[in-house]
């Protein structure tokens, strides 16, 4: 059932979906598999990172980064908020918050693939400080829609107190949202009340606690990655802000 019809069917919430009905947007809902043929060029949690001749492994402070996930975008191409071409990488920093008071991760996007040069890339995430300790699980995205959030900082859907707890037992389903797009997920609150960083609009990635492909961030947490939609559009990859909340 998709959420269209959960709003619909469910007799609190269909008086009200004219105004949730605004609020859908587009987004690329990601499903995990470790089973499949993974290489440098895949889109994929963990494992080794594509890295072109002349690339700067991702340091801070001379520490090498922990490479969490990549997308390739030749993948998600008719999902036309992203770019048609590339590769794009989230490295976060190997301390015991995974980077995110630190402030270490980056964000590297790839515009011309070539063929990858693997030598010298560091090993990196040894440890047990890292939020994935299985195999490298490749992504596979499947285009949806869905009505925004209640934990998002704009959700603004004119109804009474009973129907907003509804909206929030109800839209949408909280079970391992791994995405691109759309609106996200959290365990607290959402980081972007900050007026510095309100224009942080698009969801660049968000990868879920997904116990069953031995993903964790602290308690049941959710990790996110946020750019602006200006910057998304002009492929600057510099002012990404990302978090992370768990329980």
């Not at 690329?28 to 700067?56: A, R, V």
């Not at 049941?220 to 329980?247: M, T």
């Amino acid at each position: 059932m998709n959420y269209r019809d959960l709003i619909k069917s469910n007799q609190v919430l269909a008086q009200y979906y004219h105004g949730i009905e605004k609020t859908f947007r587009p987004y690329l809902k990601i499903s995990l598999n470790e089973h499949q043929y993974i290489d440098h060029l895949s889109s994929k949690i963990g494992g080794t990172p594509y890295c072109q001749e002349g690339f700067s492994y991702p340091k801070i402070n001379d520490n090498a980064l922990l490479f969490l996930a990549q997308i390739n975008l030749a993948d998600t191409i008719g999902f036309d908020l992203l770019p048609d071409c590339g590769i794009l990488q989230f490295y976060i920093g190997e301390d015991d918050c995974y980077g995110l008071f630190s402030n270490e991760f980056k964000v590297v996007y790839h515009e011309k693939v070539s063929a990858p040069q693997q030598k010298n890339v560091p090993e990196v995430g040894d440890s047990e400080i890292k939020p994935f300790w299985g195999n490298p699980l490749k992504m596979k995205f499947e285009q949806a829609e869905m009505p925004i959030t209640a934990s998002d900082h704009r959700f603004d859907i004119d109804m009474p107190d009973d129907a907003q707890e509804e909206y929030i037992d109800t839209v949408p389903s909280y079970d391992c949202c791994h995405q691109v797009g759309g609106y996200p997920v959290f365990t607290q609150e959402d980081p972007r009340w900050n007026k510095d960083h309100q224009d942080k609009d698009f969801l660049l990635l968000q990868i879920d606690s997904d116990y069953k492909n031995k993903i964790g961030w602290g308690d049941s947490g959710v990790a996110h990655f946020f750019i602006s939609e200006e910057d998304l559009k002009n492929k600057k990859f510099s002012n990404v802000q990302y978090n992370w909340d768990c329980y």
